[in-house]
């Protein structure tokens, strides 16, 4: 992007970049992080409410918040970038799963750019056993017993 990006309004974000794990343990905490640009002329910062909120559905709990926030103390202007280390935790049911955030300053509105989708496999963190149909063993295995006395 360049400063053509910019624009003249309050209100603008484009989506930079985003680390998100392919597979997670159900329930279990994890990082992810996810980059935007200030492209509006209001600088961001905590203390004046601006936030990266779950989206897709907007402001849902599926990772186990729908904020993410910016150290305190921080400050960005127009044309600067701010990544959000996000503290998160699994789904308790396994399956894929979505993420996608957005911009948003509290109690005023939500704008610019989604993240990317991203699709997390939400694991019960079992390991998969294969099954092997008795008529695969060798016949000298099938009887095979287990003795405890030897």
Same mark, same amino acid.
């Given at each position: 992007m360049c400063s053509s990006d910019l624009v003249d309004v309050p209100h603008a974000s484009a /989506?930079?970049?985003?680390?998100?794990?392919?597979?997670i343990e159900a329930g279990a905490a994890f990082t992810a992080t996810v980059t935007m640009r200030n492209l509006g002329t209001d600088t961001? %910062?905590?203390a004046d409410g601006y936030f990266l909120g779950s989206a897709e559905p907007q402001d849902n709990f599926t990772w186990g918040t729908n904020r993410g =926030?910016?150290?305190?103390?921080?400050t960005v202007a127009?044309?600067? %970038?701010?990544? /959000?280390?996000? %503290?998160?935790t699994a789904p308790s049911t396994p399956g894929v799963q979505h993420m996608q955030w957005q911009m948003l300053q509290d109690a005023v509105e939500w704008f610019g750019e989604e993240s990317d989708p991203a699709s997390v496999s939400v694991t019960t963190g079992e390991?998969? =056993?294969?099954?092997?149909p008795e008529s695969s063993l060798r016949a000298d295995r099938k009887s095979t017993r287990l003795n405890s006395s030897h």
């Open positions: /989506f930079v970049t985003q680390q998100v794990p392919a597979t961001w %910062s905590r =926030w910016m150290d305190e103390g921080v127009q044309g600067e %970038s701010v990544t /959000f280390n996000l %503290s998160l390991v998969p =056993w294969e099954t092997v």
